[in-house]
Each structure stands twice: as structure tokens, then as C-alpha cells.
């Protein structure tokens, strides 16, 4: 691929507002604050424990009007993608700087579940009350590529715009989506990334599927002997990301690249069978990830992983990552601290990646090998629940 | 140099029939697939009309399995998919591998099983949600059930750009082979109705009473739609390589967003002007090269006089022959422009213009040559498919005869 250089970083999350807060999430937060759900009735889920945005306000970022009608992974997008820019330098108090132009600007990003929030808001007017009472401010919110179609009102970025599901790989492809459009001079700069909000629905849905490690129940992401299970998180992490010649040109620094992309899909075995947690899929991915960074496996001295303590989900990675590699390499555990957030879980993956690049920190969230303090090549993973898989290779300097 | 991209196969599901011939004899013939709605009750709604696929019976395309598995709009993906591997007289492992990727578009996906999970989740708690059910849902599932049915390993995107996502998916599609990323990629667009879908247009004030007349001055909104459009997109070397016949190319496409409002468009129609100017430039053309626009026409006032005031400034007042499908199948969302794209690449084959039906009175807003009423042949070199959605998205792609795309076109490069 050509190398995408990476200029600015947004994030929302619980205790996290803007990249100082991110660091300092990444440098401190072993575990995440996992507790029982405000968003809806805990009576109701005996046990749940997830990591909610609790203190999440977008007002101070975004100011008091214009958010009536938007729901919450609006907002997560609306915040990490004005941190995103202002952070690479493109803006200041949400205004383009001089030399940046939203004609020239894009957003390309992911989420596997959006508008979920709102079909389900919606639909129990529908069904509980009459269709005829159905918010029209409200109905746009249940079209998946409403909250980036937000994120360009706000954000003013007219060259592309566009959503990108691929379950839990969506964040990491958004980042090939973005090459191609920036590779056909389409656009300049692109916020890439990804966002997640909580909702009763889906927690429901991995509920049903008995997915979630409950209170009591041990959650060990990268652990999979242990680990009885995942949990859900909510957020958004949101890049800038450049050609290098512009980049440059703008006197931005070019210190962290993306300079590998890979993916992959593979079937379960069984015709009945809709969930396939592919070791093979991972495997592939980082292949060809690898390859088109042009690097070898030992080339590479950290992983971000995907595992989220679901332990099948997991041990296809461990399997994947045996194969490629042989010896064991160390590897950041995200989603400890942050949790799945399912479409943004390879963006997380992928800031935690660039902040540990760009300002050498080692990520509190991380397995029993030593990082290495001077890691410079990262792979960053992401596993999808029906086979599919993505990776990422990260580079210093 | 990137590789030349053609669509050697299509598949369609659509109110109007099945198949890529079937459907455009029906355009042809001018043929309506607008009915009153029979899926769902609309007695509280205020509207009675769509365009519904009403003898969609999965069994028909899909293998049991592959129906236990899948939601409707799935079903319909897989069902296009089998119908345009055939027409690409593709063998069914022929193209299994990492070489192959498939992306699509949808605007909501499995709409109508979010509605039927919580109504079980409202009537029975959530013991009621049944789990197969749940994993049935995500509209990340569509290309994984299509990679499923024909062996891909590559990619699997879903790119839910509402009623551009056709255009983006065979946009982007066309650009995984042009970079080198894919041989073969599997793309279109596919929709279903849904309760909450349908009345929330109805809410939104966009939908018509009973039928749809785009850019015509009594025009009163949008028929709501359903299908799909599945292509396979071949690289140039693939398709020689194997014989294939290419049934059109694509060309270069554009995409921008307006960043205006959420779902009106731009009314000076920035980002409709520049889509449309980076398609025919893309595709190395000049705007006096295009033959026939298949338009995004939706029959809304807002949407039909700013597309039509951009097409005649990109065209510099030439009067190209302007259609749109939609006054047949009407507004089929996610699945709109790769249903009008499978008109357009019929268009480039036989040179039909569809005719835009209930044209009655031209619109001084919209002074555009519209092929009204009645199909009529013209020159077909070079056709071009228009979209704009929700979320102020717009994107616009070129067919072209095979071959007809310049060498030293940028998108080429």
C-alpha cells in the first residue's frame, strides 16, 4: 500500500476525552472500570458488567446546540473526529487552519452496529404507540451512514465520506478504504477509525448468545484458559491520516506510518454454522499485511491484539500468531481496558498502537512478555465473528 | 497502469422480475412494479404504495442451509450473486480464493429482523429473542454469506452508503482491482422493506400517494422499493484469460458529500457537480462524451431540481437523453443505484434508453431532456449512473462499452 502517515488522534471512552487523555489511558489502564450499566435497567441483567462513557459530555467539545436529534454514536464520532483534526494541526477551536480545506477532507470510518440505538427507539413507537408518531428529526439516526454524514455537517469534510462495516475489522479497513480514496487524489487528509455505543439491544444480543463474562466470572482477554468471557465497551478512536508528501509539505510530522494492510475471510466448516472464530482468517491477514509492508515476521516487535476473553475468539488468535511467528511476541491487550467495542475495536487497537509509536509508551494493557521499550514495527489485529479478519503493520521512522 | 475493470456478469432481484434481461424488458415496456404495500399493515401509516419483490421465495436461488441462515436482504444478495456468476459463465469454484473480494451496499440492511427481534424482545422478554436469530443479524453479514456461496477470501465490506451504496460498492470494487488488491470482485447493492423504514419516509413527508413521477412538475415524492443488483467485476487479464465476454466496463466513478443536511441535498449541488465532473474526467471522457444518465430522479422537489439543475451545468445546457428507473421500481434505498446501474450496463449493450413513465408536465426546475413515457434507442457508448443519498452522500459512476474507456484515463493510471 502506499504508506498513510498518521497526524492526529481522537478518542472517547470512559475517563477519555482527546489524545493527553488517551496516553494516559494507554500508559495507565490495565483493566478497564468494568461495572454494572447505567444506560439501561441492570435489574434486568443480573451480573452485566460493562465500560460505559459515563462521563462522556460532548458539550465542551462541541458547544450546547445542534445535538437534540442526534443519539450517542453520533456524538462519539462528532468528538473523536474534531479531536482527530484539530490534534494533526488541520484545525483550531473547529475551524480549518489555513492551507486545510474541507473540499480536500474526508472521513472514512466504521461501525458494526449504529443505528441500532435508534431502529430499536423507533420501532418501539411504532409498535407500542402508532408509526404516525415516529420523530422525522429522529428517523435519519436509524440509516447506518447517518453519524459520519453528521460528522461531515460538522466537520466540514466534502471530498469523501464513507461508512465501513465489516464487523469487528471495519476500523482497520476503513484504513484500506481511506488508501484507495487518498491513492486516486480524491481527498488530501482522512479521518479514519471507528465507533461503538452501548445499547441494551446489544448487549442483549451477546447476552443471548452467551458470549459475556458476568460478575464473579473471570475476563482475561488474551488469557483464554481463564477467561470466561468478553465484555462490551463503548467509544470512539478516530486518525488523521496523510500521504507522506502532504503531510510533509504541511510541516506535519511523519514519524508513524501505516505501511501494511491485510485481509481475510474464511468459511466455517459447517454449512449450519454462521460464527467462525478463523484462526486461518487471522493467519492470512497478517500474511498479507506483512507482505505488503514488505516485512518479515521477525521484523515485527509488539501485536495490539483483538482477543476480547471470549476464549475461543482468542485462541484463534494464539493459533494464528503461533504459526506466523513461532515464538510467542508480546502483545497489547486493549480490549482489558476498553472492552469490546466491536466496530471501533480495531480502532482502539489502532491508537493504542500509534501513541505507543509516537511517544514510546508501553501499553499498560498488555500480556506477560516484556514490550519492548523501542518497538518500531507493530502489527495491529483485528478478528471478526464470522470468519473475516483484518491486520495492520504500524511503523516508527 | 491499472487494469481495466468489466463487468462480465449481473445479477437482479427486483419488483419487476429476475435476471438482468428480464428486468430490462421491463423497464423497457414500462412496466410498473408499484403495488400496494402487502408485507406489513399501512392502515395507520397514510401510505399504501411500494415497489415490494413480492415472489421472493429464497429456496428458489439459495440451498437450505444457506435460507435457515440468512435474512431476506441476505437472501436477495446470494440470489443476484447465483444469477451473475451464470451470466458471467462462471463456474461455481472457479473464482474461490484470495483473489476474490465482495463488497456491497445496503442502507439498513436486515431491517425487517431487528423489527421481528424486538417485537419478541417486547412480547417475551429475553427469553423470547431467540439466539439463531440474533446471529442472523449485522449488516456485516451480507458479503460474508455471498463470500460463502461463491469461495471468496478476500475482502468482505459492507459499505452502507444509503441510496449511493450501489455506486459506492462498484466504485471502490473496480478500484480493489485497479490497485492490484483483487481479480474478481463481487458488488451491488441490496434492499428490503421495513415497517419502521417505510414510515419513516412517510413521516419525512417524501412519499407519494400511489405512484412515482420523477421531474415531472406534480411530482409528490418517492415510491419506497426493494431488490438487489449483484455484479462480477473481472480485471481485464482475469476476463481474458478465461474468455469471458464482458458485458460493459467500468469506468472511473466520483463520490463527495455535501456535509450540508442530513437528508436534503446541497441546493446549489456542490457535491452532486463534483461527483459527476470526477466520473467523466475519471473515465477520461469530457461531459460532451456521455450518450444517456440513468438519473438518481427519486421525485422528491428537493432531490429531482438540484440534480437537474447540476446536470445541465456539467453538460453545459447539451440536451443527453435523462431517465429515471425509479418511476417503475421505485426508490429501492441502498439497492438504488445498483439496480439503475444493471439498466445501464443493458443501455451500454443495446442502446434502450428507459423511459422515465408519468411524465406528464416538464418542470421549469427541471429542464432536462427526459425519456419520457416511452424507451427509445440512442447512441450507447458511454452511460452514466447517479446517485445521492442520505447523510449528504453523492456518488456517480461510468459504463462504457468494453474498450471504450481511454487508455490514458486516470483511472487507468
Known amino acids: ?198 445499547h441494551e439491544a446489544l448487549y442483549l444480543a451477546f447476552e443471548r448468545l452467551e458470549a459475556m463474562a458476568v460478575d464473579g466470572q473471570t475476563f482475561a482477554p488474551g488469557d483464554e484458559e481463564r477467561s470466561k468471557g468478553m465484555r462490551l465497551g463503548e467509544g470512539s478512536v478516530m486518525l488523521t491520516v496523510e500521504r ?14 501505516i505501511t501494511g494492510f491485510g485481509t481475510s475471510f474464511e468459511p466455517p466448516s459447517s454449512e449450519v454454522m454462521i460464527i467462525n472464530l478463523s484462526s486461518e482468517a487471522i493467519e492470512r491477514a497478517t500474511r498479507l499485511a506483512l507482505d505488503d509492508a514488505k516485512l518479515t515476521p521477525s521484523d515485527i516487535d ?86 473475516n479478519a483484518s491486520a495492520v503493520v504500524v511503523e516508527r521512522g | 497502469m491499472g487494469s481495466r475493470v468489466y463487468v462480465t456478469g449481473a445479477g437482479v432481484v427486483s419488483s419487476l422480475g429476475y435476471g438482468r434481461e428480464a428486468f430490462q424488458r421491463a423497464l423497457i415496456e414500462g412496466r410498473s412494479g408499484v403495488t400496494r404495500v402487502s ?22 436461488w439459495l440451498t437450505a442451509a444457506e435460507a435457515r441462515r440468512t435474512g431476506r436482504c441476505s437472501a436477495f444478495c446470494i440470489a443476484g450473486a447465483r444469477m451473475a456468476l451464470e451470466d458471467a459463465k462462471l463456474p461455481q469454484d472457479s473464482i474461490r480464493g484470495e483473489r476474490t473480494s465482495v463488497v456491497l451496499g445496503t442502507t439498513m440492511g436486515e431491517v425487517a429482523l431487528i423489527e421481528k427481534l424486538d417485537r419478541a424482545w417486547v412480547a417475551s422478554g429475553p427469553e423470547g429473542v431467540k439466539d439463531i436469530e440474533v446471529s442472523r443479524y449485522g449488516t456485516t453479514l451480507l458479503p460474508i454469506h ?48 421495513g415497517h419502521v423504514q417505510f414510515s419513516g419516509f412517510v413521516r419525512l413527508g417524501a412519499v407519494a400517494p400511489d405512484r412515482c413521477q420523477p421531474f415531472d412538475l406534480e411530482r409528490q415524492g418517492l415510491i419506497v422499493g426493494e431488490g438487489s443488483a449483484i455484479f462480477v467485476l473481472e480485471s481485464e487479464e482475469h476476463a481474458m484469460r478465461r474468455g469471458a465476454s464482458p458485458l460493459a466496463e467500468v469506468g472511473g466513478w466520483g463520490i463527495a458529500c455535501d456535509a ?33 444518465i440513468n438519473a438518481h430522479g427519486t421525485a422528491t422537489k428537493a432531490n429531482d431540481a438540484v440534480e437537474a439543475r447540476c446536470l445541465n451545468e456539467v453538460f453545459g445546457g447539451r440536451r443527453v437523453p435523462v431517465s429515471s428507473i425509479k418511476s417503475m421500481i421505485g426508490h429501492c434505498m441502498g439497492a438504488a443505484s445498483a439496480l439503475e446501474a444493471a ?8 442502446g434502450w434508453y428507459p423511459p422515465t413513465m408519468h411524465y406528464s408536465q416538464r ?30 452522500y453523492d456518488a456517480a459512476v461510468i459504463f462504457a462499452k468494453p474498450g471504450k474507456i481511454p487508455s490514458e484515463a486516470p483511472c487507468l493510471r
Request: glycine share 10%; with cysteine; aromatic share 8%.
Open chain 2, 146 to 193: 455471498v463470500a460463502r456461496a461463491v469461495g471468496a477470501r478476500g475482502m468482505v465490506l459492507t459499505l452502507p452508503a444509503a441510496c449511493a451504496a450501489g455506486n459506492y460498492a462498484i466504485g471502490f470494487g473496480a478500484d480493489l482491482i485497479r490497485r492490484g488488491r483483487a481479480d474478481v470482485v463481487i458488488t451491488g447493492a441490496s434492499e428490503i422493506i
Open chain 2, 363 to 392: 418542470d421549469p426546475e427541471c429542464d432536462i431532456e427526459v425519456v419520457a413515457n416511452e424507451a427509445r434507442r440512442g447512441a450507447h457508448d458511454v452511460v452514466l449512473n447517479n446517485s445521492l443519498a442520505f447523510g449528504g
Open chain 1, 244 to 257: 507522506e508528501e502532504f503531510a510533509r509539505a504541511r510541516g506535519a510530522s511523519c514519524a508513524v506510518k
Open chain 2, 343 to 350: 439498466s445501464c450496463i443493458e443501455t451500454v449493450r443495446d
Open chain 1, 1 to 198: 500500500m502506499t504508506p498513510l502517515v498518521i497526524t492526529g488522534l481522537g478518542a472517547v471512552t470512559q475517563g477519555v476525552v482527546g489524545r493527553a487523555a488517551f496516553e494516559g489511558a494507554t500508559r495507565e489502564r490495565e483493566v478497564g472500570s468494568f461495572r454494572a450499566p447505567t444506560l439501561f435497567d441492570e435489574a434486568r441483567w443480573p451480573g452485566a458488567r460493562v465500560v460505559e462513557a459515563t462521563d462522556f459530555d460532548p458539550a465542551p467539545v462541541l458547544g450546547e446546540k445542534g445535538l437534540r436529534n442526534i443519539d450517542r454514536l453520533t456524538k462519539f464520532f462528532l468528538v473523536a473526529s474534531r479531536n482527530a483534526l484539530e490534534d494533526a494541526g488541520l484545525k483550531r477551536d473547529a475551524k480549518w487552519l489555513e492551507g486545510a480545506d474541507g473540499r480536500r477532507a474526508g472521513v472514512c470510518a466504521s461501525t458494526a452496529y449504529g443505528s441500532l440505538e435508534s431502529m430499536v427507539e423507533l420501532h418501539r413507537v411504532a409498535l407500542l404507540e402508532s408509526p404516525r408518531y415516529l420523530n422525522p428529526a429522529k428517523f435519519p439516526n436509524t440509516v447506518i451512514n447517518a453519524a459520519l454524514g453528521y460528522v461531515s455537517i460538522w466537520e466540514d469534510l466534502r471530498a469523501v465520506n464513507a461508512t465501513v462495516c465489516n464487523g469487528n475489522c471495519g476500523a482497520l479497513d476503513s484504513i484500506l478504504v481511506a488508501e484507495s480514496f487518498l491513492g486516486t487524489d480524491r481527498a488530501d487528509v482522512i479521518v479514519v477509525g471507528g465507533a461503538e455505543a452501548m
Open chain 2, 260 to 292: 450540508f443536511h442530513i437528508t436534503r441535498p446541497h441546493p446549489d449541488g456542490e457535491g452532486t457537480l463534483h461527483a459527476l465532473r470526477r466520473a467523466i474526467s475519471d473515465s477520461g471522457f469530457l461531459a460532451s462524451d456521455v450518450d444517456f
Open chain 2, 39 to 60: 408485507g406489513f399493515d399501512t392502515s395507520a401509516i397514510g401510505r399504501d404504495f411500494a415497489a415490494e419483490v413480492k415472489d421472493f421465495r429464497a429456496r428458489d
Open chain 1, 302 to 387: 509488539a501485536v495490539v491484539s483483538s482477543t476480547n476473553g471470549y476464549s475461543a475468539y482468542d485462541a484463534a488468535e494464539k493459533t494464528a500468531l503461533a504459526s506466523v511467528f513461532g515464538a510467542a511476541k508480546p502483545r497489547a491487550l486493549v480490549k482489558r481496558a476498553y472492552g469490546e467495542t466491536l466496530g471501533a475495536g480495531g480502532a482502539f487497537a489502532l491508537g493504542t498502537a500509534y501513541v505507543a509509536l509516537d511517544r514510546g509508551i508501553t501499553p499498560a494493557a498488555h500480556d506477560s512478555a516484556q514490550w519492548p521499550a523501542d518497538a518500531r514495527r507493530l502489527l495491529v489485529l483485528a478478528t471478526g465473528f464470522y470468519g
